[in-house]
């Protein structure tokens, strides 16, 4: 998995400089340690150590987001992914998504409930351990759902015209995307013969959301968490 950069950050101790001094009310994690946390729980969770990890951040590096890939014992197509985001700046909660990677193109797909801890205070520690085991303990389930539409969508086809009124919608309608990611996403849609487990021909669901979830990496991965809400939205409106 590789993310955007935006600014240089080789690892994720390089943010700890930003991180701002604790009051009273305010007491923040560095992101250091939020990742350490993540990456020891999932450890435990899944017996072994992730595939990958990377890491990208806004433009000042105090917004943050994270993401792990646990090779998956029997999909060889899909991996596990655990993203989480967290800031320095008061602008985001620390927040935790799992979904599944695509191996040959490294595209994320987040799907089920974003779990929320509370905002940096002095008690916050204890509920970022909740949060995390009780994101863990539905991803498998999460996974299996994923799997069900993924090979759901490949079975609907769909042509230019439908394309494009689903990226309206998601655009202008829904506001999970961006007008430039829904531009480059019809491009990717019109040229790409890539979905995700080969080479293919036909023009199906599963290559457009493919084609939503590319743009959506490349152009701000800070908002990958946004792919949940295209999943449900193309599955409840379109399956």
Not at 117 to 124: A, G, I, L, P
Not at 169 to 176: A, Q, S, V
Not at 221 to 235: A, E, G, Q, R
Request: glycine content about 6%.
């Amino acid at each position: 998995m590789t993310l955007p950069k935006v600014q240089t950050f080789n690892h994720v101790s390089d943010l700890d400089d930003l991180m701002p001094v604790a009051t009273k009310s305010y007491s923040p994690i560095a992101f250091s340690e939020l990742t350490e946390t993540v990456e020891e729980k999932c450890n435990s969770f899944f017996d072994r150590k992730p595939s990958s990890f990377d890491f990208t951040t806004d433009r000042t590096g105090n917004k943050q987001f994270g993401v792990f890939t646990y090779t998956h014992p029997v999909n060889s197509q899909l991996d596990y992914m655990i993203g989480y985001r967290s800031s320095y700046d008061k602008s985001l909660s620390n927040q935790f998504c799992a979904g599944g990677s695509v191996i040959v193109c490294s595209n994320m797909m987040f799907i089920g409930d974003i779990f929320t801890s509370r905002k940096h205070t002095t008690f916050m520690r204890n509920d970022l351990i909740g949060k995390i085991d009780e994101l863990l303990s539905g991803v498998k389930t999460s996974f299996l759902c994923l799997e069900d539409d993924i090979e759901t969508m490949k079975q609907i086809e769909i042509n230019d015209k439908k394309a494009s009124k689903i990226l309206g919608e998601l655009t202008f309608h829904k506001r999970f995307i961006g007008s430039s990611t829904a531009n480059s996403a019809f491009k990717v849609w019109k040229k790409s013969k890539h979905d995700g487990s080969g080479t293919y021909d036909e023009r199906s669901l599963w290559r457009l959301y493919n084609a939503i979830t590319e743009q959506t990496r490349h152009a701000n991965p800070m908002n990958s968490f946004k792919i949940k809400d295209v999943h449900t939205h193309l599955i409840e409106n379109y399956v």
